[in-house]
């Protein structure tokens, strides 16, 4: 069974902090990504990683930056997070060429106070 | 740049009406996605449609892919309950197999 897997459901942060979202995937997939959901809006790429160290920018990368230190990982740090950054955060995986069908983790829920 | 729209965003149905979703993109592509979401939960891939004309089918949701006219439907058939959820459509974008979301369709069925 595949999975993507993200480290947190649920997390508060204050304004100002530094937030980390981890995302790990199982299916040895070249293609990482971060979304943030938002009603009304659909799913917007923040960041989006395409091999080991190397990464492009996405809609809205503003306020955030990535890491993909190892093939299975994808981090997304919010440098200091603010109250505009609260939503709902979507890590997905694809592999390269062909069917590039995308499998999603379960999402972390950020509220920034 | 890839926009992707779906309407309507809001749909709210009778059991065992018919209904239609659509999709529709601005650039071409010949591969586009379906999703399911429910409330509080990740998305799940529905369907898969990777050339002009396909259609595929599960249950009471058909999907078909125009990528002349750039526009994908899903189909519902006499609704039920447990077809409430969101519903997505996803196209590839640029290089790295970078999808572009549709805002989603909201779905309730209504006993």
């Known amino acids: 069974d595949v999975k993507v897997t993200q480290s947190s459901r649920y997390l508060v942060k204050r304004t100002g902090e530094k937030v980390f979202l981890e995302c790990v995937q199982d299916?040895?997939?070249?293609?990482m990504f971060w979304y943030r959901q938002d009603p009304g809006l659909g799913l917007r790429l923040i960041y989006f990683?395409?091999?080991?160290?190397?990464?492009e920018k996405g809609d809205i990368p503003e306020g955030y930056s990535v890491s993909r230190e190892k093939k299975e990982r994808f981090s997304l740090i919010l440098e200091s997070a603010s109250t505009n950054q609260t939503s709902m955060y979507l890590c997905?995986?694809?592999?390269?060429?062909?069917?590039?069908?995308?499998?999603f983790g379960q999402g972390t829920r950020l509220t920034v106070v | 740049e890839l926009k992707v729209e779906q309407n309507p965003l809001f749909l709210s149905m009778q059991e065992g009406k018919n209904y239609t979703i659509y999709c529709n993109y601005s650039t071409t592509s010949d591969r586009l996605y379906w999703y399911r979401q429910d409330p509080g939960k990740s998305l799940e891939s529905l369907f898969v449609?990777?050339?002009?004309?396909a259609v595929k089918q599960e249950g009471r949701l058909m999907a078909s892919l125009d990528t002349k006219a750039r526009l994908s439907t899903l189909h519902i058939t006499a609704a039920v309950h447990d077809l409430s959820a969101t519903y997505f459509c996803a196209v590839d974008g640029e290089y790295g197999n970078k999808l572009v979301f549709g805002a989603g369709t909201i779905l309730r069925v209504k006993s």
């Open positions: 990683s395409y091999d080991v160290k190397m990464k």
């Open positions: 449609l990777l050339s002009n004309g």
């Open positions: 299916m040895d997939h070249e293609n």
């Open positions: 997905a995986s694809t592999n390269s060429g062909g069917d590039t069908e995308a499998f």
